[in-house]
């Protein structure tokens, strides 16, 4: 890639960069009305697809449910569900030149969907859940060379270590370290403040900025790479 936005190959402008982008939450139902989610607000991911857009690149953003408008450029494709993500992200991702995994993926989801609105029975209710799907690690298992995977390790401790193990353990390019549990930074926050680790050692840290100017860092960074 170069950094006008196109992929050169054999000497040649080949096309302009396509990229993937997972953002939010994702929601695992427990039944019609009730779900598993989380905080994320998905301002990183969204970040990330306009300073892609504005860098002239096709972006198609795979967003779990969020309150923020579309990116206009970006190709949102609105999903809930780990499953339907994974399932959304699988042949844009044979297609894409850079993929990054920002979304909250849920990590359990309830065995069983039930039907129909679970009653209460006035004890305690036990709940059976089993691992979601690792999209991130589903995806850059079959990566091929030119292709550039970036992570997300959202972390309250031990920011650095636990990052690298996920750069490694799910075989990417780089993996933004998030401290997560600083207040005014990070998941659902407008500002972050971020630690960008290599697979070659490089350690690059920025903010706390403005998401979009982490977001410009982010990809400026992974370009030179
Ligand atoms: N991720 C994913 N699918 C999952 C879980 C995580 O694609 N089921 C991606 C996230 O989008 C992020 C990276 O993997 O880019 C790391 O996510 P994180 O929540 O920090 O870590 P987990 O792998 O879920 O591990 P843990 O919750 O134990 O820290």
Not at 84 to 101: K, Q, Y
Not at 211 to 218: E, G, H, M, S
Request: proline letters at 7%; aromatic letters at 4%; charged letters at 25%.
């Amino acid at each position: 890639m170069d950094t006008a936005g196109c992929v050169i190959m054999s000497g040649r402008v080949s096309h302009c960069i396509r990229c993937l982008i997972t953002a939010g939450p994702t929601r695992e139902h427990l039944d019609p009305v009730r779900f598993l989610s989380n905080g994320s607000s998905g301002k990183m991911g969204y970040a990330l697809a306009a300073d892609a857009v504005a860098r002239g690149w096709q972006v198609d953003l795979v967003s779990g449910p969020v309150a923020l408008p579309p990116p206009p450029g970006a190709t949102v494709h609105a999903v809930v569900s780990a499953d339907e993500m994974l399932r959304t992200c699988s042949p844009l991702f044979d297609m894409c030149d850079l993929f990054v995994a920002v979304a909250a993926v849920a990590d359990y989801r309830a065995r069983t969907i039930a039907a129909g609105k679970l009653k209460k029975s006035g004890g305690p209710m036990q709940l059976e859940l089993v691992p979601t799907v690792d999209i991130l690690k589903t995806l850059a298992a079959r990566k091929r060379p030119e292709q550039v995977v970036v992570g997300f390790a959202a972390e309250t401790r031990d920011l650095e270590d636990y990052a690298r193990r996920k750069l490694t353990e799910k075989k990417l390019d780089w993996i933004v370290a998030n401290d997560v549990s600083r207040p005014g930074v990070g998941m659902n926050a407008d500002d972050n403040a971020v630690v960008l680790l290599g697979r070659k050692g490089e350690r690059k840290a920025y903010g706390p900025a403005p998401k979009p100017a982490v977001a410009a860092f982010i990809l400026d960074q992974v370009l030179q790479g």
